[in-house]
T-cell receptor, first 112, second 113 residues
């Protein structure tokens, strides 16, 4: 069964806009929540990650918001650029060294 | 620092044939993972190694899939015999230790006809 549910499946944003991708989980044992970016023909690459002891983490234009009580977390991409066009996966694990449970992915297209 | 290496990058076989994939993790990384990524879905763990021991293989279809990590470095994943539904990208990832970031290789795209 899908342990991490991700939405939307696809997203189109204009250059300079904000891209928002949402994820929800059920397993309360999860305590590590990374976001991966994947370009065609490449493996996923870690973008940013958060643990539930903080509600928000920002790295450059990328921000994770985390709501422990709702068991939801989201990725915000500020000032989206065409180079951000890729597939984004949220994931969760009980520990960052254990197997990641991935969402189904969001295909992001940033138009010029 | 060199990344995770995988070969071949592409493989096309007919159903019931056998196939093997190879992974060379980042030097010094003790933990190695094999994931299966079906088109349009997120990666799903097949097996996790810590050095040359198996940590988790609960989602590995053991009737047809096998994996080994000799000497705690390189790893091979084998499918025998392949089925149409095995068509996917097989990703290898490694991390220096439990609790650290996972680094993914480029994957092997398998097409079963």
């Amino acid at each position: 069964q899908q342990q991490v549910k991700q939405s939307p499946q696809s997203l189109i944003v204009q250059k300079g806009g904000i891209s928002i991708i949402n994820c929800a989980y059920e397993n309360t044992a999860f305590d590590y929540f990374p976001w991966y970016q994947q370009f065609p023909g490449k493996g996923p690459a870690l973008l940013i990650a958060i643990r539930p002891d903080v509600s928000e983490k920002k790295e450059g234009r990328f921000t994770i918001s985390f709501n422990k009580s709702a068991k939801q977390f989201s990725l915000h991409i500020m000032d989206s650029q065409p180079g951000d066009s890729a597939t984004y996966f949220c994931a969760a694990s009980p520990n960052s060294g254990y197997a990641l449970n991935f969402g189904k992915g969001t295909s992001l297209l940033v138009t010029p | 620092e060199a990344g995770v290496a995988q070969s071949p990058r592409y493989k096309i076989i007919e159903k019931r044939q056998s196939v093997a994939f190879w992974c060379n993790p980042i030097s010094g990384h003790a933990t190695l993972y094999w994931y299966q990524q079906i088109l349009g879905q997120g990666p799903k763990l097949l097996i996790q190694f810590q050095n040359n021991g198996v940590v988790d293989d609960s989602q590995l279809p053991k009737d047809r899939f096998s994996a080994e990590r000799l000497k705690g470095v390189d790893s091979t994943l084998k499918i025998q015999p392949a089925k149409l539904e095995d068509s996917a990208v097989y990703l290898c990832a490694s991390s220096p230790r439990v609790g650290a970031e996972q680094f993914f290789g480029p994957g092997t795209r398998l097409t079963v006809l």
